[in-house]
């Protein structure tokens, strides 16, 4: 067991609602906070603190975690933060390289420290605590902040300067958004020529096909019909857009990944930029004219 800290959390969606109650079960005291009031309350509910503020819990915490949707809010909430009295700010989120980078040196200019930390897994993988958490900060900064990490999942630190595991984050999304796609498309046609999609599924997942869509998202939210994997369209749609940004900066090209971008873009079209990701697959099966599942 790791000592016992104060801690803030800041965010308290589909991920943070997950994680944060790690931290009370691990014995810390948690101050939290999110914009929306029935996430406070169901903070306080699961034996937490809840804060009125993101300044409130910069103030009676010495580190922050923040699980925010987008790099604009993550800016605004360290800008806020560095105003307090926190000691590190430990960003959870999927923001790209330049706004982690950003919110570091903001931090960083009223002496306060930041981790970046986003991760992978899923709200499936926050609320069993098998998250994997990509870390970059200074040595001291990591070697503070990985054990009350180490209560999410498993640590991998990437590098010494925030920004690297964002752009680590993105690889990994964009990569996923492709098989997504790719499984959508092979799953609807096996279904049209006849096939069984659990024995599609089981035939994929013990040969080279096999991805984190065959092995996760179609067998547990696309071939029971339930499409509640739990990542917004809209959210994947910003990793994506950022990864896209980065890449163009770096001079890669990214044929597939603007690809899966377009299919990201119909879905939400389609379907809203709320509904979830697996929905992706409902898009190919009207245009197959099959249903999978
Ligand atoms: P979410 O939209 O469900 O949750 C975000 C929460 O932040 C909401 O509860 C919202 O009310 C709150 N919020 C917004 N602005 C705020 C502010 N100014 N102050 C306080 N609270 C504020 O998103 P999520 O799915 O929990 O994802 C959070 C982050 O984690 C994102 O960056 C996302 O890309 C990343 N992520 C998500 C998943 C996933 O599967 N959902 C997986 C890995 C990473």
């Given at each position: 067991?790791?000592?016992?800290?104060?801690?803030?959390?800041?965010?308290?969606?589909?991920?943070?609602?997950?994680?944060?109650?790690?931290?009370?079960?691990?014995?810390?005291?948690?101050?939290?906070?999110?914009?929306?009031?029935?996430?406070?309350?169901?903070?306080?509910?699961?034996?937490?603190?809840?804060?009125?503020?993101?300044?409130?819990?910069?103030?009676?915490?010495?580190?922050?975690?923040?699980?925010?949707?987008?790099?604009?809010?993550?800016?605004?909430?360290?800008?806020?933060?560095?105003?307090?009295?926190?000691?590190?700010?430990?960003?959870?989120?999927?923001?790209?390289?330049?706004?982690?980078?950003?919110?570091?040196?903001?931090?960083?200019q009223h002496g306060r420290s930041f981790a970046d930390a986003p991760v992978s897994g899923g709200r499936a993988g926050a609320l069993a605590g098998k998250l994997t958490l990509m870390l970059a900060a200074p040595a001291a900064v990591q070697e503070e902040v990985a054990p009350l990490l180490s209560h999410f999942g498993k640590v991998i630190p990437v590098g010494m300067q925030p920004g690297q595991a964002q752009t680590m984050k993105l690889i990994n999304n964009i990569m996923s958004v492709v098989a997504l796609a790719a499984t959508s498309e092979g799953m609807a046609m096996g279904v049209k020529a006849g096939l069984d999609p659990h024995v599609m599924l089981d035939v994929l997942n013990m040969s080279s096909g096999q991805n984190s869509a065959t092995r996760d998202k179609f067998p547990r939210a696309v071939v029971p019909r339930t499409f509640d994997f739990g990542f917004a369209t809209g959210l994947s749609l910003k990793d994506v857009r950022l990864c896209l940004d980065e890449a163009q900066a770096l001079g890669v090209p990214m044929m597939l990944g603007n690809l899966a971008k377009t299919m990201l873009d119909i879905t939400a079209a389609q379907f809203g930029a709320d509904a979830d990701f697996t929905m992706m697959a409902r898009v190919v099966e009207q245009w197959a004219g099959v249903e999978i599942g």
């Open positions: 067991m790791t000592q016992s800290r104060n801690v803030g959390f800041i965010g308290l969606g589909s991920m943070g609602s997950a994680m944060a109650p790690r931290l009370l079960e691990n014995g810390h005291a948690v101050i939290a906070y999110d914009v929306n009031p029935s996430a406070r309350a169901a903070f306080a509910a699961a034996g937490g603190l809840a804060g009125d503020s993101v300044e409130e819990v910069g103030n009676r915490a010495d580190m922050v975690f923040t699980s925010l949707p987008s790099p604009q809010i993550v800016r605004q909430v360290a800008a806020e933060l560095a105003g307090t009295r926190v000691g590190i700010v430990v960003d959870l989120s999927t923001i790209g390289s330049r706004a982690s980078a950003e919110a570091a040196g903001l931090l960083a």
